[in-house]
């Protein structure tokens, strides 16, 4: 893959989610804030639902061109869930410890930690295990 395609999959990448991190965010905030779930689980609450709309526009936009939409969906879905719940840990651990340690409000550790764990985290295993090109199409362009 080129640089140039490399960093405009990055970019649409980020863009999904940005997106669902949004979604995922407003719905951290309405469980913490209105429904008085502890923060912790409003995090799963809101990755939950962040995970679903990132999953969809991952699949069918952002890595569409890696024809990776080939791929049997459950396959993705399945190796997606244990990314979530790996990045819904992450995200949910290291803003208690960051709040604790820092003495911030949750809000603003949650976003440093969202950084974090999205571009460590979501975007490698992401592009490179859930949505990778099937290893056929990858030797048939080295050729």
Known sequence: MSKKKSVFVFAKAQMSAFTGGLLDYSVMIFCTELL?????????IGGIIGAILNFSVNRYWTFKDNKAYHSPVGIQLAKFIFVV???????????????????????????????????????????????????????????
């Not at 008085?36 to 799963?44: E, L, R």
């Not at 949910?92 to 960051?98: I, K, P, V």
């Not at 949750?106 to 969202?114: E, G, P, Q, W």
């Open 85 to 143: 719940a790996g990045s819904i840990a992450l995200k949910s651990s290291g803003t208690y410890l960051f709040t604790n340690w820092l003495k911030l409000d949750y809000k603003i550790t949650r976003i440093m930690v969202d950084i974090i764990v999205s571009l460590g985290f979501n975007y490698v295993l992401q592009k490179y295990w859930v949505f990778r090109k099937p290893a056929v199409e990858t030797l048939q362009e080295q050729d």
């Open 36 to 44: 008085h779930i502890h923060y912790t689980i409003s995090i799963a």
